[in-house]
């Protein structure tokens, strides 16, 4: 059963920082790029930053660079985003996501396989 499982998300006030984590079983990690995707309700779900578990290239959307970072645990299947200088506009639900997909398709949620359950970030001003 393919399985992710996001944790981390919280309450943090603005300038704060969170780690979330994406665990992922029931698939091959090094076959998959793994994202997070963020969404408030009436928007459509925005890709936040991706990570290629095989090679390590990584992107990010332009509202969250030199703020946010991904790696990756490849020996633990898991994936991090490290959110540094949250702003509350960074409040919002945030899911991880694997996919078949290369380069910046990953920030496209229309080509996620997998979708974990999501956890809450909150960003107070």
């Known amino acids: 059963e393919v399985q992710l499982v996001e944790s981390g998300g919280g309450l943090v006030q603005a300038g704060g920082s969170l780690r979330l984590s994406c665990a992922a079983s029931?698939?091959?990690?090094?076959?998959?790029?793994i994202s997070w995707f963020r969404q408030v309700p009436g928007k459509v779900r925005e890709g936040v930053s991706c990570?290629?578990?095989?090679?390590?290239?990584?992107y990010y959307a332009d509202s969250v660079k030199g703020r946010f970072a991904i790696s990756t645990d490849n020996a633990a299947n898991t994936v991090y985003l490290q959110m540094n200088s949250l702003k509350p506009e960074d409040t919002a639900v945030y899911y991880c996501?694997?996919?078949?997909?290369?380069?910046?398709?990953?920030?496209?949620?229309?080509?996620?396989?997998?979708w974990g359950q999501g956890t809450q970030v909150t960003v107070s001003s």
């Open positions: 996501a694997a996919a078949r997909t290369r380069g910046l398709t990953c920030l496209d949620f229309r080509r996620s396989d997998y």
């Open positions: 990570i290629s578990t095989k090679d390590g290239s990584r």
């Open positions: 029931g698939f091959i990690f090094d076959d998959y790029v």
